[in-house]
């Protein structure tokens, strides 16, 4: 299974410390508050690794707080398995493009609607088969 690590190139809350009223959190697998792997409301946000493949920003400022800006990348990783588990199964980098596409197929879709994912489809159909 892939994780996600998430680093922030930049972080400035408007009111750091004041973890009430202006914070940024961070959940996996899922929102709820038992989920939570870290809470960060100082001046400085480290990386975070998530418990599997799902990883939720959550930022929340109130009014005094709304000119808080922080920056961040993340990537998709996972731990490399021994070669004897992987005989018969779909290789990493199979698995990865896999995943990689449904994810974009899913984002394309949130964001632009059917059209385009069918699209993308038909480019990667054509693609395959040259």
């Known amino acids: 299974m892939f994780q996600i690590q998430l680093v922030f190139k930049s972080f400035d809350l408007s009111k750091p410390n004041d973890c009430e009223n202006n914070f940024v959190d ?3 697998p899922n929102t709820e508050i038992e989920s939570r792997v870290k809470t960060f409301c100082g001046s400085i946000a480290e990386t975070v690794s ?8 959550r930022f929340y400022a109130d009014a005094e707080g709304r ?5 961040s990348l993340f990537t998709a990783y996972r731990e490399s398995k021994k070669v004897s588990e992987n005989e018969g199964k779909e290789t990493e980098i199979e698995e990865f493009k896999r995943n ?7 984002s394309l879709a949130m964001n632009y609607g059917q059209r385009i994912v069918r699209h993308f489809q ?3 159909e054509a693609s395959c088969n040259s």
């Open 67 to 71: 000119n808080s800006t922080f920056s």
């Open 26 to 28: 961070i959940f996996s």
């Open 122 to 124: 038909l480019m990667k």
């Open 100 to 106: 990689f596409t449904a994810a974009l197929l899913r």
């Open 50 to 57: 998530s418990r599997n493949n799902v990883l939720y920003v």
